[in-house]
């Protein structure tokens, strides 16, 4: 199939390409050029149209917890939250991750991934905490995800907040979840890990002893897989380790030797210089998530001198707000903002964060491009339509214009592996009604 558009950003830091179309054979992009040489150097293929349309990579969401949208509406505590540690310990804990149970994870996962695709995202990762769902949560939540079609990995995040055996049991979660993945993987022919897969992933240092934390680390090792952890998403943390540690978040995972290209670190709001340089010089990968950050008053993390450092970024919602066109939006100003320079970051930046830097994050290869031998993981953006842009599209403004005017209303079509999933802004096969009804209900008994 050839696929053609009005436009197209086959890398999010090179210049949009005028009419300009992708050849996807096999699940893979085959060709890419002018939309007429493509049409007549393979004039047997069937052609997608895509005019009055941008197409794009598919969005990496580096970091969602998809059982998040359940508690969107629980009633607020009695007292209201002051603070960071107040909201885990007097509402997210207690009145969220602890009423969890596989049927609300499962409606969750199955809402939320059909509301990712049809926004444009094709691959995410997910994190997943329910202590009292173990155990079997990962594998409860992971018929949804296949049903989507989309790219799915799926962590447990492991904590000893509940206990040495139920942290173990977290951990074990994780170690059979990936094993089960990869021998579905191989039965299907679908090389090492097919569409879903697994990750290592523990909770914080505030939460986790060292020993428990070295145990994550070598089991990724093992696996080869990352293992990811929430770092300084607020002063807590950092304040934590320094007084239990001597030392602040990072510098005790230098200390102990887990701090390595292997550890994908999400949130890394506050930040020291030493802890910049940490990840700097370790290869740390990390996922930023700006507006769920602004939610939970935890600051605006330091994301453009990690960039200058050269550190992998990928950009996540948090389960906040699924709609990466607005994550884009929110860290384009955010970090405009901040900086008070309205030239700090540009769309190209937040768009490659948002695709081939989030894919990185994760170690998806050749995801978030659409070039030869890339994945055919695409959408079509819709730049014309009943609210179409209002003002010219040219190759120099294309990229503000969608980060700044577009949204996940706009995406028409998503393609993922070479498989259509969303056609005319639907999800194929997705009845949307019944799985709304199914996420209230299961909505309904957590809040109860």
């Known amino acids: ?134 155990p079997g949560a990962l594998f409860a939540q992971r018929e949804a995800v296949a049903g989507s079609g989309l790219r799915g990995v799926l962590s447990f995040e492991a904590t000893e907040r509940m206990g040495e055996a139920n942290g173990q049991a977290g951990l074990d979660e994780n170690v059979s979840f990936i094993e089960d993945c990869r021998a579905r993987a191989a039965s299907e022919g679908a090389g090492r890990d097919g569409r879903v897969s697994g990750a290592m992933c523990i909770h914080t240092t505030f939460t986790c002893g060292e020993p428990f934390i070295r145990q994550a680390f070598d089991a990724a090792a093992d696996l080869d897989v990352f293992c990811h952890a ?51 010089e370790s290869g740390i990968r990390v996922s930023h998530m700006p507006l769920s950050n602004c939610e939970v008053g935890g600051g605006i993390a330091p994301v453009l001198e990690m960039l200058e450092r050269g550190v992998t970024v990928g950009l996540g919602s948090d389960g906040y707000l699924n709609d990466m066109f607005a994550v884009m939006r929110g860290a384009f100003l955010l970090h405009r903002a901040a900086t008070l320079d309205p030239g700090a970051i540009s ?42 842009l209002p003002t010219p599209v040219e190759a120099h403004n294309l990229l503000d214009q969608l980060v700044l005017w577009r949204s996940a209303s706009n995406v028409s079509r998503v393609m993922v592996g070479g498989d259509w999933i969303v056609d005319g802004g639907e999800v194929i096969g997705a009845d949307m009604d019944k799985r709304r009804a199914h996420t209230l209900e299961q909505a309904a008994r957590l809040w109860s």
């Open 1 to 134: 199939m050839i696929i053609g558009a009005d436009w197209a950003v086959t890398a999010a830091l090179d210049e949009p390409r005028r009419r300009w179309a992708v050849r996807v054979v096999d699940g893979l992009i085959d060709d890419s050029g002018p939309v007429t040489e493509l049409r007549a150097r393979y004039p047997d293929d069937d052609f997608c149209d895509g005019s009055g349309c941008v197409l794009l990579p598919g969005f990496v969401n580096a970091h969602v917890h998809l059982y998040g949208v359940l508690a969107h509406g629980v009633p607020a505590p009695a007292m209201p939250v002051a603070d960071f540690w107040g909201f885990l310990d007097d509402y997210w804990w207690p009145l969220v991750e602890n009423a969890l149970d596989h049927e609300m994870i499962a409606a969750a996962a199955a809402w939320v991934t059909a509301d990712l695709a049809a926004g444009g995202t094709t691959s995410f990762f997910d994190i997943l905490e329910a202590p009292n769902a173990l």
């Open 230 to 280: 929430h770092v300084n998403e607020g002063v807590h943390e950092g304040r934590w380790c320094t007084e239990h540690h001597g030392m602040r978040t990072l510098e005790f995972y230098d200390r102990i030797g887990v701090a390595s290209p292997r550890f994908q670190a999400s949130q890394c709001v506050q930040l020291s210089s030493r802890e910049i340089d940490i990840i700097a």
């Open 347 to 388: 769309a190209a930046t937040v768009l490659h964060m948002a695709t081939e830097g989030s894919a990185r994050t994760l170690g998806l290869e050749r995801v978030g491009r659409l070039e030869p031998g890339w994945h055919a993981d695409l959408q079509l953006v819709d730049l014309e339509g009943p609210r179409g």
